[in-house]
């Protein structure tokens, strides 16, 4: 028997393209998921949809949208939906910052930032949560952080953002939780990516001071968290927030 935890099960991986999505799509792939990869930029889940196939054929798909369009994510839902045949994971990890202390944020900077990282993850819940209510069956992880948890200086449109997940996230885990679905949120602290590289040396040590484990976390200690919850051992748990922070929340 195989030890694959997702075989015959499909994902929908949003903000798939480089970074902690890239990571949770493949490991997901690594255990027999097949891969719908969402990024905004074609280009990049064109490779990761190839890196994938490369090591298992056929196994994604990559689409582009920006997800904070409704309409435009919902037809890319209707198209993985019909591309694939069903919907068993959405991970909702399409998030972008505009960080800037609250006195000089821009209505843009709010605007952006509330619209991809909070509506980005109700668009693409409603576009897939249907099929999932068919199904019986489902997982939704809401990729949050340890911002929304504790808020961070500068970031009063992401921690507002990432906040907002957490109780989009319990409610919704209400509404479908007797139909076999679970909705948690995983949040995480400094990991090593694109969005913390643009960090300057000051930030990084105020950070790292802030972090009892003294490190920044990897891509695939996120992966790892998500593929628990999206698992068959993580059937009873619903509307929660793990944090993978090194301790930093606690
Ligand atoms: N890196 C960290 O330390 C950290 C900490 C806490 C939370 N997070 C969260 O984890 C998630 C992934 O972060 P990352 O560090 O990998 O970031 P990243 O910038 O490397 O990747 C973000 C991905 O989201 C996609 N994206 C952004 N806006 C989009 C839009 N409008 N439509 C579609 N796709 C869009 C990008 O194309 C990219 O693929 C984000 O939600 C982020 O807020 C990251």
Do not use: H
């Not at 255990?31 to 889940?45: C, F, H, P």
């Not at 505009?98 to 000089?104: E, F, K, P």
């Amino acid at each position: 028997m195989s030890n694959k935890r997702f075989e015959n099960q499909v994902a929908v991986v949003t903000g798939a393209g480089r970074g902690i999505g890239e990571a949770i799509a493949k490991s997901l792939a690594a255990e027999g998921a097949k891969i719908a990869v969402v990024s905004r930029t074609e280009a990049n889940s064109a490779k990761v949809a190839a890196d994938i196939n490369a090591a298992t054929p056929g196994a994604a798909k990559p689409y582009a949208v920006d997800v904070a369009d409704f309409d435009a994510v919902q037809k890319t839902g209707d198209q993985i939906l019909a591309d694939f045949g069903r919907c068993d994971i959405l991970v909702n990890n399409a998030g972008v910052t505009r960080d800037t202390l609250a006195m000089r944020m821009s209505s843009d900077d709010w605007d952006t930032v509330l619209q991809t990282n909070l509506k980005g993850a109700f668009n693409f819940t409603r576009a897939v949560l249907r099929a999932m209510v068919k199904q019986r069956s489902g997982r939704i992880i809401n990729i949050g952080s340890v911002s929304g948890l504790m808020g961070l200086a500068g970031q009063a449109n992401y921690a507002a953002s990432k906040a907002g997940l957490i109780g989009m996230t319990k409610s919704i885990a209400r509404e479908i939780a007797s139909r076999g679905i679970t909705a948690n949120v995983v949040a995480p602290g400094f990991i090593e990516t694109d969005m913390t590289a643009v960090l300057n040396e000051e930030v990084r040590k105020g950070a790292l001071a802030q972090i009892p484990v003294s490190r920044f976390g990897a891509t695939a200690d996120i992966a790892a968290a998500v593929s628990f919850l999206c698992s068959p051992d993580a059937s009873y748990i619903t509307g929660q927030v793990l944090a993978v922070d090194g301790g930093m929340s606690m």
